[in-house]
């Protein structure tokens, strides 16, 4: 298990020997909730290394990763625990084939943790190999309104309740980062409990830092001319615009290939790559590609 960083600066280092580059404010805020052991809340367009930092940071620190991932109709029971019902039918079954089974000592034996099926949430609040672990929530904003109010609840004791067994609470405090793509607004309730940080699109410079970080065998000058395209990319009316994590898929795309230049050809082959909407690569057919791409060629020139 390795130290919790005790700067900025180190947590800048310790974040970047992970392979993620951040910027000075995600740094800061990073350490801040490493340092007063408050939950991360990280909002921002899908892509842009939210979940990463969540990896990066369970590495770094030799902890667990424990990932919950959110969507539509997630139910406290599903992120908490659930019993596994099969296993007590079993018993049951073989408890009446042994005949004359004690109903109430067999119903006390039943609702045990050898038959409870620890969910990420209750995995979070148990201690584990290496130190409290990495509770991930992803995608918040997918979720409804009274699974926040229960998370609420859960991460301001940092404790669940489970019926049948009563409430557990965790021996030390998770590390907790949740993300949210923003499709919707979460309650400040839940923001006020956490630190607050909204990760954007890093600048020219940050990104090829990033590509460079997690792709190193691309060539330098097609990293920047990579790079220099999805920056202007984004600058179009776009459904979608591309996130780092398309950079950095697009730079492999290309690697597999033995590309060593763009052209509005190769664009158009692997487009698909950067891009995930139809209506988004329609925009790019034609000469409109050839267009981006000298534009992105001559940002490069006066950079």
């Known amino acids: 298990m390795t130290a919790a960083p ?15 580059i951040a910027s000075r404010a995600l ?7 490493l ?18 930092i969540a990896k990066a940071i369970a590495t770094g620190l030799g902890r667990r990763l424990i990932r919950l991932q959110c969507y539509e109709g997630l139910s406290a029971a599903s992120a908490v625990a659930e019993w596994n019902f099969a296993a007590q039918m079993i018993a049951i079954r073989t408890a009446e084939a042994g005949g004359g089974a004690d109903r109430d ?3 006390a034996e039943l609702f045990t943790e050898e038959y409870l099926i620890a969910r ?20 918040l904003d997918r979720t409804d309104e009274p699974f926040e109010a229960f998370l609420l609840e859960a991460l301001s004791d940092f404790q669940v309740t489970i019926p049948e067994l ?20 979460v309650h400040d309730a839940l923001k006020r409990r956490c630190l607050y940080h909204w990760v954007d699109f890093p600048d020219f410079a940050r990104e090829l830092a990033i590509l460079k970080a997690r792709a190193p065998e691309a060539d330098d000058s097609l990293s920047r001319e990579v790079v220099a395209f999805v920056q202007r990319l984004r600058d179009e009316d776009l459904f979608k615009k591309p ?22 050809e190769v664009i158009a082959d692997t487009l698909g ?17 050839k267009k981006l791409l000298d534009e992105a060629r001559a940002a490069l020139v006066g950079a």
């Open 6 to 20: 005790d700067s900025i600066d180190a947590t800048e280092t310790f974040l970047a020997s992970q392979g993620y």
């Open 27 to 33: 740094a800061t805020v990073v350490f801040l909730a």
């Open 35 to 52: 340092r007063l052991g408050r939950p991360l809340f990280l909002e921002g367009e899908a892509g842009v290394g939210k979940t990463e």
């Open 105 to 107: 000592a067999l119903k």
């Open 120 to 139: 990420p949430l209750l995995q979070a609040m148990q201690p584990q190999p290496g130190g409290a672990p990495v509770l991930l929530i992803d995608e």
């Open 166 to 185: 009563g409430t557990i609470t965790a021996p030390e405090p998770p590390i907790v980062i949740l993300t949210s793509n923003r499709t919707r607004e």
């Open 243 to 264: 996130g780092v994590a398309e950079t950095i898929d697009w730079a492999k795309c290309l690697l597999a290939l033995d590309i060593v230049a763009l052209s509005p």
């Open 273 to 289: 790559a950067v891009l995930k909407y139809q209506d988004d690569i329609q925009k790019l057919q034609g000469s409109e590609a």
